[in-house]
């Protein structure tokens, strides 16, 4: 869990966190933080992939709950027995008859 935490909650939230900041004009003293470095960064991807700069935070937004999603069903995967048990115990289900 904590490689999750390390590389991909951190990542994104960094991300997320300069891009909101940055479209919202904050600034914070900064030049990182201002719409024009904003406009700059995404103008420059949107060169590079031949796209509109506006169509590329969506498209980064929908890849992070993709990934995001996956990412949680193979944690809940790998630890589904923890999780049954305590479904089990908050008697949301039926416990599992054990296996012969």
Do not use: N
């Not at 003293?29 to 700069?53: E, K, W």
């Not at 969506?58 to 069903?73: K, N």
């Not at 908050?90 to 599992?96: D, F, R």
Request: net charge positive; proline share 6%; hydrophobic share 50%.
């Amino acid at each position: 869990m904590r490689y999750f935490f390390l590389f991909f909650v951190i990542p994104m939230s960094l991300f997320w966190g300069w891009y909101l900041l940055a479209y919202h004009d904050v600034g914070l003293g900064t030049p990182i933080f201002t719409r024009q470095a904003h406009d700059h960064v995404f103008g420059i991807y949107g060169q590079i992939l031949g796209i509109d700069p506006d169509t590329i935070a969506p498209m980064v937004a929908r890849a992070c709950l993709v990934d995001g999603s996956i990412l949680l069903a193979i944690i809940a995967f790998r630890r589904r027995k923890k999780i049954r048990a305590w479904l089990a115990e908050k008697k949301y289900i039926q416990p599992a008859a054990p296996s012969a």
